[in-house]
């Protein structure tokens, strides 16, 4: 979500060791892990489950029915006061390609907080180790008014944070900062895996990854979760390899979001701005490890037998709550 977080045989660290360096405790939740297999394991014979969409509904209440939640309460991150919710995300026409839609997040700023309004869309909370792939345009300006704040625009998976530090908090983002932020003017993206944090006073602990560059327009990232460790990859290429203790340790609901970072709009600047974000597909494969000429493949058959969706994800039991509000 937020920066608020060859092959070899790797075993994760115990949840002990991972618990003892926050609060000195550990989650009983026992989940079906990668773990103890080689990072590059087989897939299983039979689909241990594949989440796909194409974003070809044709309205938001299809969406919600598809199991997305549009984020309408206001919260951590992005402008303190700031709303979110009706508005913010569409599906629109592709303009490249009159037979395919796209999922279209926007966010707007006047520099005020009433003025502003983010974006966020989230799936249910039962996504844990696999591969994670989206394609994602991204912006460098405005649709409309002067360039220069700082947003954040991206794809996710994350648990919720029960409280500062909490030992259980999971998540692993890809994050696009066109106009820079945190004290960085430079234009970047983040590959980021987190092992907790506390908001209020601000301490993280995580593992970032920045390469340095305009990622404006269309991109496919993917992500591969396993054996204690977590891979990125844009467009095909490993950019990054993280591990330890910032490996997720619960599951976590699927995002985007697209928001302005808290001191980062234009000062004294009223005119109003619009950033946009759009979505051409998003995809996950449960307990597989898939390359990305793989992932490329299964999402291309998808589409060949006009599979607009799937979600074949077995729900965690009891189902978990997802709250969309992180």
């Known amino acids: ?184 003017s430079k234009t970047r993206i983040y590959g980021v895996t987190w092992q907790t944090v506390s908001l209020h006073p601000w301490k993280a602990y995580n593992q970032p990854h920045e390469s340095f560059r305009s990622v404006e327009g269309w991109h496919v990232l993917m992500m591969q979760v396993a054996a204690g460790k977590t891979r990125f990859y844009l467009d095909g290429v490993q950019l990054d390899e993280h591990g330890g203790r910032n490996y997720p340790a619960v599951p976590m609901s699927l995002n985007f979001n697209l928001w302005f970072s808290p001191g980062g709009l234009l000062p004294n600047e009223k005119a109003q701005r619009v950033y946009e974000q759009d979505v051409d597909w998003v995809f996950h494969a449960r307990n597989r490890l898939l390359s990305p000429a793989e992932v490329s493949a299964e999402v291309e058959k998808l589409r060949e037998a006009r599979t607009s969706f799937k979600d074949s994800v077995p729900a965690m039991n009891p189902p978990l709550a997802s709250t969309c509000d992180f």
Not at 36 to 59: C, E, K, R, V, Y
Not at 81 to 110: C, E, F
Not at 149 to 173: A, G, H, M, N, Q
């Open 1 to 184: 979500m937020t920066a608020m977080r060859q092959v070899k045989a790797w075993w994760a660290l115990p949840c002990a060791l991972a618990c003892a360096l926050v609060l000195g405790g550990c989650s009983s939740m026992k989940l079906p892990s990668l773990s103890s297999l080689p990072f590059t394991s087989p897939p299983p014979a039979a689909d241990a489950g594949t989440f796909f969409d194409d974003f070809s509904h044709g309205d938001t209440a299809a969406l919600a029915r598809a199991g997305w939640i549009i984020r309408d309460k206001k919260g951590h991150p992005g402008i303190e006061g700031a709303n979110w919710g009706p508005g913010t995300i569409t599906l629109v026409p592709d303009p490249a390609d009159a037979s395919n839609r796209l999922l279209r997040l926007r966010a707007r700023t006047d520099g005020t907080p009433e003025g502003t309004s983010h974006a966020q869309l989230c799936q249910a909370r039962k996504f844990y180790e696999g591969t994670y792939a989206a394609r994602i345009r991204f912006n460098d300006k405005p649709l409309i008014g002067p360039d220069g704040d700082v947003v954040v625009e991206t794809f996710y998976v994350v648990s919720p944070l029960r409280f500062d530090f909490d030992p259980e908090y999971s998540e692993l983002d890809w994050e696009y900062l066109p106009n820079g932020g945190w004290g960085n």
